[in-house]
T-cell receptor, first 114, second 112 residues
Framework: GQQLNQSPQSMFIQEGEDVSMNCTSS?????WLWYKQDPGEGPVLLIA???AGELTSNGRLTAQFGITRKDSFLNISASIPSDVGIYFC??????????????WGLGTSLAVNP | DAGVIQSPRHEVTEMGQEVTLRCKPI?????LFWYRQTMMRGLELLIY????????DSGMPEDRFSAKMPNASFSTLKIQPSEPRDSAVYFC??????????FGQGTRLTVV
């Protein structure tokens, strides 16, 4: 099935460093979502973006909906050990009626060295 | 709220056996999604329901997979017969029309 291009695939950083990851698509999306998944758990929504150019923050996390509607990035500032996990982007396209289908990236695995 | 509840958390079964995964969505949510997660393919949407009606089942891999939602508080995903390549983590998620999906903890299925 269709997937988003998410990069980097993995990151290993020192505590306190900033992190940046992004997703690109060949298709236009109306919604971009960023989720985090901890081991043995389901993904948890971090940030939702609904408008091209939108910049939204959630604590140390900041995400932007690209102006072309084909990309999005997520930044984490001053990383801490509990930021460890896999981060997923997901996009929801246009379409009429009842379309709630999300297209997912393959994830960015983040490791933080204390 | 207890969140989305899935059972079992782990399932090990032999090839050819029938497997049934269960999900209780968050009360009041009118959308329910079934996903499969593997290392190679990531998260794949299998099927989703709105008000208990299947809306898009284009992600269901083949006829061995079936999903039902007999009422607003319960859904099942059945694999019959199961095969080793079905081994994965299966997630159920629910949401409302104006919210994003909330995921359960998943069922880790191993078919040997």
């Amino acid at each position: 099935g269709q997937q988003l291009n998410q990069s980097p695939q993995s990151m290993f950083i020192q505590e306190g460093e900033d992190v940046s990851m992004n997703c690109t698509s060949s298709s236009i999306f109306n919604t971009w979502l960023w989720y985090k998944q901890d081991p043995g758990e389901g993904p948890v929504l971090l940030i939702a973006l609904y408008k091209a150019g939108e910049l939204t923050s959630n604590g140390r996390l900041t995400a932007q909906f690209g102006i072309t509607r084909k990309d999005s990035f997520l930044n984490i500032s001053a990383s801490i050990p509990s930021d460890v996990g896999i981060y997923f982007c997901a996009g929801q396209g246009s379409g009429t009626g009842n379309n709630r289908k999300l297209i997912w990236g393959l994830g960015t695995s983040l490791a933080v060295n204390p | 709220d207890a969140g989305v509840i899935q059972s079992p958390r782990h399932e090990v079964t032999e090839m050819g056996q029938e497997v049934t995964l269960r999900c209780k969505p968050i009360s009041g949510h009118d959308y329910l999604f079934w996903y499969r997660q593997t290392m190679m393919r990531g998260l794949e949407l299998l099927i989703y329901f709105n008000n208990n009606v299947p809306i898009d089942d284009s992600g269901m891999p083949e006829d061995r997979f079936s999903a039902k939602m007999p009422n607003a508080s319960f859904s099942t995903l059945k694999i019959q017969p199961s095969e080793p390549r079905d081994s994965a983590v299966y997630f159920c998620a629910s949401g409302q029309s104006n919210t994003e999906a909330f995921f359960g903890q998943g069922t880790r299925l191993t078919v040997v």
